[in-house]
């Protein structure tokens, strides 16, 4: 199913500033999400002036937005908010500007015991090599191992 704009707020629970997504497919263990950086993207401003990039940490929380559109609609609580347990090796190919439109893709490989494990891809300008991928482990805090 799609969702463009707020719709997305329907099938996870990230929220603007920080959540940059305009559109979502989820189907199956699969999701897709796509990014338009507009030059008045607030990240912009800041980041640099007279030359500005996507920060990294946006592009990998972004990433893992759409991953949590894999398995967070399956899971019983809803109230939960998933947490990033782990994130494979990041290495970054290729940044990304104003003008530039991102894919993202993400793979659950299994939800169990609210332990989702998967990987992510983004791709930029309709590329076909990823200028990111990492593996991923999302886990809702209930499940989390509490270290004393």
């Not at 500033?17 to 897709?32: R, T």
């Not at 800041?46 to 894999?70: D, K, N, R, W």
């Not at 990987?119 to 805090?141: R, S, Y």
Request: proline share 7%; aromatic share 8%.
């Amino acid at each position: 199913m799609k969702y463009i704009g707020e719709e997305i707020f329907n099938i996870i629970p990230n929220r603007p500033p920080y959540m940059i997504l305009d559109s979502l497919d989820v189907e199956g263990n699969k999701a897709v999400a796509e990014i338009i950086l507009k030059e008045d993207l607030w990240i912009f401003a800041c980041h640099y002036p007279g030359q500005p990039i996507l920060p990294l940490t946006l592009l990998v929380e972004s990433m893992t937005q759409t991953f949590s559109a894999t398995f967070f609609p399956k899971a019983e609580d809803k109230t939960e908010i998933p947490v990033i347990s782990s994130v494979g090796e990041i290495r970054l190919k290729e940044g990304s500007q104003p003008g530039d439109v991102l894919r993202l893709e993400a793979t659950l490989l299994s939800f169990k015991r609210g332990i989702a494990k998967g990987f992510c891809k983004a791709f930029k300008n309709g590329g076909e090599t990823p200028i990111l991928e990492f593996d991923i482990v999302d886990v809702l805090p209930s499940q989390m191992i509490r270290i004393r």
